[in-house]
């Protein structure tokens, strides 16, 4: 894993960052959002081939999900997880710590890993930081999360220290494991990168102490766990204000599943460069779109004779050809086209968002660009 940073810092504009991230499957235009395939496809039959059409740069898949099925040796086997998915660009893989979280029930913690009892049929699972490396490995993807705890963000002060102490020694094993997996020569990506998880709950000085602590291990980047999880939008921002001046200027930053257009924009704002969140797709797949006028819910009785596309300017492929009346109509019907062509606009728009706002920081109107969109499109139409 080379010392040098990836990232490169192409404009600011207070605290938005406007940047380039370059990896061995192609460079990044930050700031960016991440389409989740969790079990290496997007939920509601959206193909990697469409994904290049809804100008998704990167796709996040899961090493937990993987790893149980179809098993993380047998995409290694048939080349990889690029190679598997039909997918060229890069990829970054969670590392299975926010199942520590959203699994709480069916876990054990222990200095060594994680025990898990697997959600799919019961059996269990041992995981721990060269566990997490050598699946990650295996997949190939561009770039591998260290494996870490995500805390419920109010967990008692003692325990987030004591977590964070933990996380951190777990991390040096990560480093440590992907550098000897990169080494080795029959590895799948010898070029895999490595980004570090800052947690600490919503304690800004245990926040501050950890991130300072994973900033010297010198890593390709650095994300912002632990965050999304039960605390208020405003404790979240808190928490970003605070510890972004403690985390490395010439390093990618990353925002761990967040969030809606409003988050995206005051966490840009903040000085994070890199999202992801299963909304757009899960949201869609119920109907409820997001728009340059607001969030539209198709299920609403209003819509069923409406001949109108969700959005009318938008570009995506379902805007271009069909009616609010038909896709509504489709998700009555239980039909999956209207669940793939509502997946297809809710992704189209956040990587056109980004767009958007990448083209802001270039021509320095960022903040106009905020204050024109930040209202409007958590409007409920």
């Not at 080379?2 to 600011?12: E, H, P, V, W």
């Not at 080349?79 to 970054?92: A, D, N, Q, T, V």
């Not at 029959?186 to 990168?193: A, E, F, I, M, R």
């Not at 490395?248 to 890199?274: C, F, H, W």
């Amino acid at each position: 894993m080379s010392a040098a940073s990836r990232y490169t810092l192409l404009k600011t504009e207070g605290r938005a960052r406007r940047g380039k991230f370059e990896t061995v499957h192609g460079t990044i235009q930050t700031p960016a959002f991440m389409n989740v395939g969790t079990a290496a496809a997007i939920k509601g039959g959206i193909s990697s081939y469409d994904l290049v059409d809804l100008h998704c740069q990167v796709e996040l898949c899961n090493t937990y999900h993987l790893h149980l099925r179809p098993g993380d040796k047998l995409i290694r086997q048939l080349g990889g997880l690029h190679r598997f998915m039909g997918w060229e660009r890069p990829i970054l893989t969670d590392s299975g710590g926010f199942q520590v979280f959203s699994l709480s029930s069916l876990r054990t913690i222990r200095e060594e890993g994680v025990t898990f009892a697997s959600h799919v049929d019961g059996r269990r699972i041992f995981m721990g930081p060269e566990e997490s490396m050598q699946i990650q490995s295996n997949l190939g993807s561009t770039i591998a999360m260290a494996f870490d705890e995500c805390m419920p963000s109010h967990s008692p002060l003692e325990y987030a220290r004591a977590s964070c102490a933990r996380t951190t020694r777990w991390l040096k094993r990560c480093k440590a494991e992907m550098q000897r997996l990169n080494a080795l020569p029959d590895t799948v990506n010898p070029q895999q990168l490595l980004f570090g998880i800052n947690q600490g709950c919503i304690y800004d000085n245990l926040r501050i102490e950890h991130m300072q602590e994973i900033a010297e291990l010198d890593l390709d980047g650095y994300a912002i766990g632990g965050l999304a999880v039960g605390e208020s939008a405003a404790e979240m921002y808190r928490v970003i204000a605070a510890v972004e001046p403690y985390m490395p200027q010439d390093k990618i930053r990353y925002l761990m599943g967040v969030g809606t257009p409003a988050n995206i924009l005051e966490s840009v704002r903040r000085g994070v460069d890199l999202f992801d969140c299963v909304m757009p797709s899960r949201n869609a797949r119920h109907g409820h779109l997001f728009t340059w006028d607001g969030i539209r819910n198709l299920m609403n009785q209003k819509y069923e004779s409406d001949p109108n596309p969700i959005d009318p300017i938008c570009g995506c492929p379902a805007c271009q050809r069909h009616s609010r009346a038909y896709i509504r109509h489709l998700l009555k019907a239980g039909e999956m086209l209207g669940m793939r062509l509502c997946v297809m606009h809710n992704l189209f728009f956040y990587n056109t968002l980004l767009e958007q706002i990448r083209q802001a920081l270039d021509e320095g109107r960022f903040e106009r660009y905020l204050a024109e969109h930040l209202q409007r499109l958590s409007t409920r139409i």
